[in-house]
């Protein structure tokens, strides 16, 4: 039996492999696909009235915000009702959006505190992670556009540390992201060894390039089938890299750490690259959880490739003003959009039977509704994909008032073969989806 990750590079370094049946031994080959798990932040709330579709069940009519998803309307649903209670105040006053990301993937309580005295609690993810995690090349996959910062006071007396991770190893110990395309595809497909890594980049050469003579000796001995899979597989691989290239010949090198930066001038292509990392992680099984803050709560960002050029944050308190909600509406929309274009990398991406999303579960949310209410109930949430046959998307699901969000990600552990009494707040397994 030929394994499954073949490619030695000369730096003596894995290269991730997708699944092969070629390369499988009977038992091997039926064996069922793994289930993936990942949950998409996006910031500042949303225009309700744009986001929500009407009707209920099978029978709704998709909203003008998730019309970039209409083709795949058999692959998600539309979750109501969910609530993060430990995202509102509480007692501890302002702070919404400190609180928004923190409690999104753990479901408890922040400290509130800019000091080094963090506290919140261990996130759904990594729960999956310390119990599944050892299967993978790598246990978990933190990605952001926003560069990572664990100290400082961002928001009315919360430590930066709430607003830009999402991901917690324990309820002290964030879990930080990385914005760097480059370095997130140094990770997963890179030797390990950094010397080495700098010493190829340097000299200009592909991963590819170490690897293709193993390479055509491998697609002599696949089927027909197997060798265009390698063959999309290998040209996807060297599409990302190559676009990292371009931004970092482009683009002037991070100053503070002097490394080479793969991050594009565009938000929409640095979105589009992390969610290519991302798709390429699933399918190569380097991990099968992941998280991406899209931008952390909060985010004053602009949106000039949509003609939107006024802050977001700003924005978000919209007090009612028709043109303010319609450029909220747009902002929506390009995150959809994003969100789209991801699930159909997925969709087209055959695996068994079926495909890498049929295998997938991806929450996109955030943790406020109204941006300008600073809610934090009813939270705008779409579950996507099959879960390997365990999920039955295609529905607006409405769960019972006051359902902790919490309650969906025990389910989804459960589907994981992760086993937890309780998630933050979680009362017990949200059942419906």
């Known amino acids: 039996?030929?394994?499954?990750?073949?490619?030695?590079?000369?730096?003596?370094?894995?290269?991730?492999?997708?699944?092969?049946?070629?390369?499988?031994?009977a038992q091997a080959a039926k064996a069922a696909a793994p289930t993936r798990m990942a949950f998409i932040y996006i910031p500042n709330g949303v225009n309700l009235d744009l986001w929500r579709p009407t009707g209920s069940g099978r029978d709704y009519t998709i909203s003008k915000t998730?019309?970039?998803?209409?083709?795949?309307?058999?692959?998600?649903?539309?979750?109501?009702?969910?609530?993060?209670?430990?995202?509102?105040?509480?007692?501890?006053?302002?702070?919404?959006?400190?609180?928004?990301?923190?409690?999104?993937?753990?479901?408890?309580?922040a400290r509130k505190t800019a000091g080094a005295d963090i506290q919140a609690g261990e996130?759904?993810?990594?729960?999956?992670?310390?119990?599944?995690?050892?299967?993978?090349?790598?246990?978990?996959?933190?990605?952001?556009?926003?560069?990572?910062?664990?100290?400082?006071?961002?928001?009315?007396?919360?430590?930066?540390?709430y607003q830009f991770n999402l991901s917690w190893i324990n309820e002290s110990t964030p879990a930080p992201a990385e914005k760097d395309p480059r370095l997130v595809f140094e990770k997963m497909f890179g030797s390990g060894n950094e010397k080495e890594d700098s010493r190829r980049r340097a000299y200009r050469k592909s991963i590819l390039?170490?690897?293709m003579d193993d390479a055509k000796r491998l697609q002599s001995r696949l089927g027909s089938t197997d060798r265009g899979?390698?063959?999309?597989?290998?040209?996807?691989?060297?599409?990302?890299?190559?676009?990292?290239?371009?931004?970092?010949?482009?683009?002037?090198?991070?100053?503070?750490?002097?490394?080479?930066?793969?991050?594009?001038?565009g938000y929409g292509e640095h979105m589009r690259m992390m969610f290519d990392l991302m798709h390429l992680a699933f399918q190569t099984d380097t991990t099968r959880i992941s998280s991406f803050l899209l931008a952390h709560d909060g985010s004053n960002r602009t949106f000039p490739e949509i003609d939107v050029h006024s802050a977001h944050h700003e924005m978000s308190h919209h007090r009612g003003n028709p043109q303010t909600l319609e450029a909220i509406g747009k902002i929506d929309r390009f995150y959809v959009e994003q969100l789209a274009y991801f699930l159909k990398r997925l969709r087209d991406t055959p695996e068994g039977e079926g495909s890498l999303l049929d295998n997938s579960m991806i929450v996109y949310g955030g943790g406020i509704a109204d941006g300008n209410r600073h809610n934090h109930d009813d939270l705008p949430v779409l579950l996507a994909g099959k879960g390997g046959g365990t999920l039955t998307p295609g529905r607006v699901i409405e769960a019972p008032k006051g359902t902790p969000m919490t309650n969906l990600y025990l389910s989804l552990l459960d589907r994981m073969g992760a086993k937890a009494r309780?998630?933050?707040?979680?009362?017990?397994v949200f059942d419906k989806v």
Do not use: W
């Open 209 to 211: 390039d170490f690897v």
């Open 66 to 109: 998730l019309e970039p998803l209409a083709e795949l309307r058999e692959h998600f649903s539309v979750l109501r009702g969910l609530d993060h209670d430990k995202a509102f105040a509480n007692g501890d006053g302002a702070g919404d959006h400190a609180r928004a990301n923190a409690s999104f993937l753990t479901g408890c309580q």
């Open 1 to 25: 039996m030929t394994p499954r990750r073949t490619f030695l590079k000369s730096i003596a370094a894995t290269l991730a492999m997708p699944s092969l049946s070629s390369l499988q031994a």
């Open 422 to 428: 309780r998630v933050g707040d979680s009362t017990g």
């Open 123 to 161: 996130s759904v993810d990594q729960i999956a992670a310390k119990q599944i995690g050892h299967l993978t090349r790598l246990p978990s996959l933190e990605l952001s556009t926003d560069p990572a910062r664990s100290s400082g006071n961002c928001d009315s007396g919360y430590s930066c540390a």
């Open 229 to 265: 899979k390698m063959e999309e597989y290998l040209t996807a691989v060297r599409d990302v890299e190559s676009r990292i290239e371009r931004a970092e010949k482009f683009r002037r090198e991070v100053p503070e750490d002097k490394r080479p930066s793969g991050i594009p001038e």
